[in-house]
């Protein structure tokens, strides 16, 4: 195939994706952007997780929180739990790759505090076992997946938020991801400082 329509299509197949997500994903990012204001509001924390581009994801998430979206506003409580190279190595092998979340959200993670779980699959054993760890520290999750959610989406409770992009490819997925990051921080700044 010849390659400029290759990659019109990637545009075409992405920016279809992206209005049909908005369908089902505007109701479940307001009440996620709820559920982290009020948490942030209430001193608590966000830790969030994920595995290569998702990991870039949720250090793109927290540095939007700690520093800044599109306007100036007081730091919001946000750690990455992908960037510790002393950490990950040290869990991963000491114990195994699974832990590497888990254990950060075991040593961080405190009651009201909201795990950012991201996992195209949403079948990543290492995602899996953080949001099990969440769950057992009292920590409510946000979790951003794809292809129906996998695993992680079947073991969200009451007050956890599941934002599942309507696609079957890591790559579609994970542009919509993005956006939702930049939806949430939108979301944030406005519940906090009003228009
Ligand atoms: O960015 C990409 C593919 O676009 C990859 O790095 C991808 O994130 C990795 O294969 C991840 O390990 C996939 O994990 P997950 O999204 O299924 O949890
Ligand atoms: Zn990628």
């Known amino acids: 195939m010849d390659l400029q329509r290759r990659i019109r299509d990637h545009f075409e197949d992405?920016?279809?994706?992206?209005?049909?997500?908005?369908e089902v994903l505007a109701g479940p990012i307001a009440e996620?952007?709820?559920?982290?204001?009020?948490?942030?509001?209430?001193?608590r924390k966000l830790l969030v997780c994920g595995n290569?581009?998702?990991a870039a994801d949720s250090q793109h998430l927290a540095a939007e929180l700690i520093g800044r979206f599109e306007r100036e506003r007081p730091e919001l409580?946000?750690?990455a739990l992908t960037t510790d190279s002393s950490i990950l190595t040290a869990i991963a092998n000491d114990y195994a790759f699974e832990?590497?979340?888990?254990?950060?959200?075991?040593?961080?993670?405190r009651e009201g505090d909201v795990l950012v779980a991201i996992?195209?699959?949403?079948?990543?054993?290492s995602v899996l076992a953080a949001a099990q760890a969440a769950r057992e520290r009292g920590l409510a999750i946000v979790a951003l997946t794809g292809r129906g959610g996998g695993q992680l989406g079947e073991?969200?409770?009451?007050?956890?938020?599941?934002l599942c992009v309507p696609h079957e490819r890591t790559a579609r997925i994970q542009e919509v991801h993005l956006l939702i990051v930049h939806c949430l921080c939108d979301g944030i700044d406005l519940s906090l400082m009003g228009e």
């Open 77 to 79: 409580a946000a750690i």
């Open 119 to 125: 996992s195209t699959s949403g079948n990543s054993p």
């Open 155 to 162: 073991m969200l409770g009451d007050g956890d938020v599941h």
């Open 52 to 54: 290569g581009g998702s």
């Open 32 to 43: 996620a952007v709820e559920l982290i204001t009020a948490a942030l509001a209430s001193d």
């Open 14 to 22: 992405s920016a279809r994706l992206k209005r049909e997500a908005a």
């Open 99 to 109: 832990q590497v979340f888990a254990k950060q959200v075991r040593g961080l993670g």
